[in-house]
């Protein structure tokens, strides 16, 4: 029975990925694509990956989506000649040829995995518990792998500037994105009065639990900063100045905290990052809080796109 | 005890996968968007309460038991404001008749 639903979930899997790719219509390939990130995340929770899961639906699924949305938006007025435009055979053949390499690649990757794969995992397992965290992904990403995790915070951060530059002179260090205008009585603004206080609640539920259970600053961030766009769309904030100083410190805050912490590491523990006897689990706290306001800014801030409105600053 | 928890826990799950896929007919047979929407929100809700009820009685803790319920009321929430505002960029769409 449960190989049943599996092979189902795979098949839709499958089926839907291909929809997605052979979807003419840009907003309906989107649309696809997010029905794909649940579906995907539902195949985490069957594999027990209950963190990728959540970090799947949040970010591959919820996050992503709404980025290539707003990227659909944009793009409405020139989908009409670029569906006029196909390529030549040539093209396509080489495109097909690519296309199809890969996926053998990856597929023959695969296949070649030694059985059973390997894996440091009951090396770490013992040592775990002197990092003070009981989830093991947690444990993994902020002690054994720690210069990981920084490198994706201060990855984040270039992004949202790589953004950021694509602002016209005039309004650098104005606001980014439209000035929505929503129904003050309407039922978004309705939404985004009561939903906020309980998303906020869940965000810090969800990153407080990461240190014993699944979840984390990710999730964590995803959901807080999905209660900031809603309070934005509903037109009842408007979207910070990028030149405000409160703003660019929140966004530096995490990776800043994670090297001084790294710094500190090379000083009293003898190796950048390591953690001193004893003092892993307050470190790790310290950099989880620094990194939550970084990230639930960046994330926020990557959907509001480059600064547009110009004018008197 | 155990049996009839259990014999119910069945029944409303199998009920709400019931109302899930009607409403799921309906979303692919009904011709226009209001109708598609009047059929997914409503049945969908019947059939998410009729799945937490089911539930409700293999939970271990109160607390897990609260949690459901909450995801019940927020599914509720998101549910019918998001009909509503696509109902009205739908009519939007249309332009006045």
């Known amino acids: ?313 | 005890m155990r049996l009839l928890l259990d014999a119910f826990s069945m029944a409303a799950i199998v009920a709400g996968a019931f109302f899930y896929l009607a409403g799921t007919v309906g979303l692919l047979r009904f011709p226009d968007a209001y109708t598609r929407l009047h059929a997914l929100t409503k049945a969908d809700n019947l059939g998410l309460v009729l799945l937490v009820i089911g539930l409700l009685p293999q939970v271990d803790s109160v607390l897990m038991g609260l949690k459901l319920l909450l995801v019940w009321l927020l599914v509720m929430l998101s549910s019918a404001a998001v009909a509503q505002l696509i109902a009205r960029s739908v009519r939007r769409g249309e332009g006045p008749r």
């Open chain 1, 1 to 313: 029975m449960t190989t049943l639903v599996s092979v189902v979930v795979v098949l839709l899997l499958l089926w839907l990925a291909l929809w997605t790719v052979v979807a003419r219509d840009a907003f309906l390939a989107v649309a696809g694509f997010v029905v794909y990130g649940l579906l995907l995340s539902l195949v985490w929770v069957r594999l027990a990956g209950i963190d990728v899961a959540l970090t799947e639906a949040a970010i591959g699924g919820g996050l992503t989506g709404a980025l290539l949305l707003g990227a659909v938006g944009r793009l409405r007025g020139t989908e009409a000649g670029t569906d006029a435009e196909s390529a030549a055979a040539g093209t396509r053949a080489v495109a097909a040829l690519l296309a199809v390499g890969v996926t053998a690649a990856l597929a023959w990757g695969v296949l070649m995995l030694p059985d059973p794969a390997p894996t440091l995992a009951p090396q770490v397992v013992p040592v775990l518990p002197a990092t003070g965290v009981a989830n093991p992904i947690t444990g993994v990403l902020l002690a054994f792998r720690a210069l990981d995790t920084l490198l994706e915070a201060i990855v984040l951060v270039i992004a949202l500037i790589g953004v950021w530059s694509f602002a016209p002179d005039r309004a650098w260090g104005c606001r980014p994105g439209a000035r929505y205008q929503a129904d003050p009585d309407g039922i978004l603004a309705y939404l985004a009065r009561l939903l906020p206080p309980i998303g906020i609640v869940i965000g810090l539920y969800l990153f407080w639990a990461g240190a014993d259970h699944p979840g984390g600053k990710f999730q964590a961030a995803t959901i807080l900063a999905a209660m900031w766009m809603l309070v934005q769309m509903a037109g009842l904030a408007d979207t910070p100045r990028i030149d405000h100083r409160g703003l660019r410190a929140g966004i530096v805050i995490g990776p800043l905290a994670f090297v001084a912490v790294g710094v500190l590491g090379l000083r009293s523990a003898g190796a950048f990052l390591a953690y001193p006897e004893g003092w892993a689990k307050p470190l790790i706290v310290v950099i989880e809080v620094a990194l939550l306001p970084t990230l639930t800014l960046v994330l926020a801030l990557l959907m509001n796109g480059p600064p547009s409105r110009g004018g008197v600053r």
